[in-house]
């Protein structure tokens, strides 16, 4: 499933068109970089949450955690597709590919929400029980990767370069 986020395969992203020296996006990386790593923290306690939830076995307080992850998540999901990587192609067009990849992975975790909330509506959480720890390890390396980009991208504006050159 395709988010309104994404493009059509084959489409150019709605980044693709920004000016890449547009300054005032570089001064605030670092401060954007903070807000982003913050975020990845406060997500990872969301799902340490649901993990917790699921654990105990109880599909209404599942559905409880869940319902606060999922929203989270989604939610900064669309701040990245929507803002962040629109900034950040700004500044080094030459992250386009990483960019791309970085938000169809956000389509597959959405996908995947959606099968939990299905199951959860059913009041079942063991599918969700055996996908949690895989699930975290892909959306924990889906992260460095994108603080990586963004590390990448601080360091070259420190050195008054390109970044991605």
Do not use: C
């Amino acid at each position: 499933m395709r988010s309104k986020t994404s493009p059509p395969s084959g489409a150019d992203p709605p980044w693709a068109q920004l000016d890449a020296g547009q300054d005032g996006l570089r001064r605030r990386l670092p401060s954007e970089a903070e807000r982003i790593s913050s975020q990845h923290r406060q997500l990872g306690r969301f799902y340490a949450a649901l993990r917790r939830a699921v654990a105990n076995g109880s599909p209404a307080a599942a559905r409880i955690a869940f319902t606060r992850f999922n929203d989270a998540l989604r939610a900064h999901f669309t701040v990245e597709d929507s803002i962040f990587f629109p900034a950040l192609h700004g500044l080094a067009p030459s992250f386009r590919g990483r960019l791309e990849q970085l938000a169809r992975e956000h389509d597959v975790y959405r996908g995947r929400l959606d099968e939990w909330y299905a199951e959860l509506a059913r009041g079942q959480i063991g599918a969700i029980a055996a996908d949690l720890d895989a699930f975290a390890a892909e959306l924990g390396e889906h992260e460095q990767r994108e603080e990586a980009l963004l590390a990448e991208a601080t360091q070259a504006r420190a050195e008054g370069r390109q970044p991605g050159s």
